[in-house]
């Protein structure tokens, strides 16, 4: 369940008088938000075992992260090959050598 934090804010009447409504002065709001500020505390950090280990329990299973791993990978090196081959990028045989040869 989420907690909910609680944040004082200055009150402002619903009555509007003749130099409009009644709105808190700059310092009142710099006064509020300082105040503020200054009794924040952090709250508890993440419970790291338990995280992990309730990603372990609902995550799936390992076959099923090494099949698609083990895809991602085949289709990761063949488009490499694809590429490599299409701008003849460490290609397996020798580049051919232009020559003149005269009978």
């Given at each position: 369940?989420?907690?909910?934090?609680?944040?004082?804010?200055?009150?402002?009447?619903?009555?509007?008088?003749?130099?409009?409504?009644?709105?808190?002065?700059?310092?009142?709001?710099?006064?509020?938000?300082?105040?503020?500020?200054?009794?924040?505390?952090?709250?508890?950090?993440?419970?790291?075992?338990?995280?992990?280990?309730?990603?372990?329990?609902?995550?799936?299973?390992?076959?099923?992260?090494y099949t698609a791993?083990?895809?991602?990978?085949?289709?990761?090196?063949?488009?490499?090959?694809?590429?490599?081959?299409?701008?003849?990028?460490?290609?397996?045989?020798?580049?051919?050598?232009?020559?003149?040869?005269?009978?």
């Amino acid at each position: 369940m989420p907690r909910v934090r609680v944040v004082k804010v200055p009150y402002v009447s619903d009555n509007a008088t003749k130099d409009g409504l009644n709105t808190p002065s700059e310092t009142d709001v710099s006064r509020l938000i300082r105040a503020e500020v200054d009794t924040w505390q952090p709250r508890r950090g993440p419970d790291w075992p338990d995280i992990l280990m309730r990603m372990a329990a609902s995550g799936p299973s390992l076959w099923v992260v090494y099949t698609a791993a083990s895809a991602a990978l085949v289709v990761i090196l063949f488009s490499a090959f694809l590429v490599g081959s299409y701008f003849q990028i460490g290609a397996l045989g020798s580049p051919p050598v232009e020559s003149q040869v005269h009978h």
